[in-house]
């Protein structure tokens, strides 16, 4: 297999150490600085990019709650505005916002459409009503940047506490991502019976009693990418799908093709997965905060 073709661009990422890029292994990295090698992937300082234009990608962008603005949500489309509106909870309100926002601004940005013209649909499979997983209609072009097969961008977000992401996918058949805030006093007893696969308990007895809080929502992390990546949710029992693997990426068989589960790089305090059909694709962590402030170029977003 011939490696991935890698240009290099400024790193313009007020990310720190933790801003990477996660590379499929045998991909070429071309860096001045040191490259981590590990579990099937590559790990590259910011500054690098991996693969040029035209190749799958997915993008993910990290922000706070904090990053909210309530010019913000002149971006939103009438049934984004009324789900907003109906939320009390100063957090919560601030939360919706802030996620909704970014990933208008992401999208919008890529198929080069104003953020509030980006066709969303959050119209839930089940009921029909707004809150469902957000979409673009079927035929939405790509990027001019997205391979000529690419198909219509598939999306994820997630958010915990105060932090915020979101997935955007180019030539791949769908994106999962999940973060959860680490608690290392969770009470993981009734959690595992219902959530974990018999292997996946028998590994978790396997550990000290204090590493098993972490290694539970590392797991949940997992199951949740995979099963929002399949657009069921937790409709699907967590206990069906087995995303144990200490090796990454860690490859999950579905019913909708391969799936490939990576660990991302949230801030501190937090784990996150990222699920991808198929896979292995590069995978490219940005910091959000700068698009939402208005900071970010248009030919920075992938």
């Given at each position: 297999m011939?490696?991935?073709?890698v240009e290099e661009t400024p790193g313009d990422l007020p990310f720190s150490a933790r801003a990477a890029l996660s590379v499929p292994a045998g991909a070429q990295v071309v860096?001045?600085?040191?490259?981590?090698?590990?579990?099937?992937?590559?790990?590259?300082?910011?500054?690098?990019?991996?693969?040029?234009?035209?190749?799958?990608?997915?993008?993910?962008?990290?922000?706070?709650?904090?990053?909210?603005?309530?010019?913000?949500?002149?971006?939103?489309d009438p049934a984004e505005r009324a789900r907003y509106e109906e939320y009390r909870r100063p957090a919560d309100r601030a939360r919706f916002l802030t996620a909704a926002a970014?990933?208008?601004?992401?999208?919008?940005?890529?198929?080069?459409?104003?953020?509030?013209?980006?066709?969303?649909?959050r119209s839930c499979d089940r009921c029909g009503?707004?809150?469902?997983?957000p979409r673009l209609p079927a035929g939405t072009g790509a990027p001019s940047s997205a391979p000529p097969s690419a198909s219509t961008p598939v999306l994820s977000v997630s958010h915990a506490g105060?932090?915020?992401?979101?997935?955007?996918?180019?030539?791949?058949?769908?994106?999962?991502?999940?973060?959860?805030?680490?608690?290392?006093t969770?009470?993981?007893?009734?959690?595992v019976g219902v959530a974990?696969?018999?292997?996946?308990?028998?590994?978790?007895?396997?550990?000290?009693?204090?590493s098993r809080p972490s290694a539970f929502l590392r797991l949940w992390t997992r199951k949740e990418a995979v099963l929002k990546a399949l657009g069921v949710g937790l409709d699907h029992a967590p206990d069906q799908v087995d995303v144990l693997g200490t090796e990454e990426p860690v490859r999950v068989p579905t019913e909708q093709g391969?799936?490939?589960?990576?660990?991302?790089?949230?801030?501190?305090?937090?784990?996150?997965?990222?699920?991808v059909i198929p896979g292995p694709v590069p995978v490219v962590e940005r910091d959000g905060t700068g698009l939402l402030a208005g900071r970010t170029q248009k030919e920075d977003i992938l």
């Open positions: 011939s490696a991935a073709p860096s001045a600085g040191t490259r981590i090698v590990s579990a099937g992937a590559q790990v590259v300082p910011v500054g690098t990019r991996v693969v040029r234009a035209g190749a799958p990608v997915v993008s993910v962008w990290w922000a706070r709650v904090e990053d909210t603005r309530d010019s913000l949500a002149a971006l939103l970014l990933l208008r601004l992401v999208v919008g940005r890529m198929l080069g459409v104003a953020p509030e013209l980006v066709p969303l649909d009503r707004p809150h469902g997983r105060d932090c915020l992401v979101v997935a955007v996918g180019i030539g791949v058949d769908a994106v999962g991502v999940d973060v959860e805030a680490i608690d290392h969770l009470d993981i007893g009734e959690l974990l696969t018999e292997l996946e308990t028998r590994a978790l007895d396997a550990l000290d009693p204090p391969e799936a490939t589960l990576l660990s991302l790089n949230p801030p501190s305090g937090y784990l996150a997965s990222l699920a």
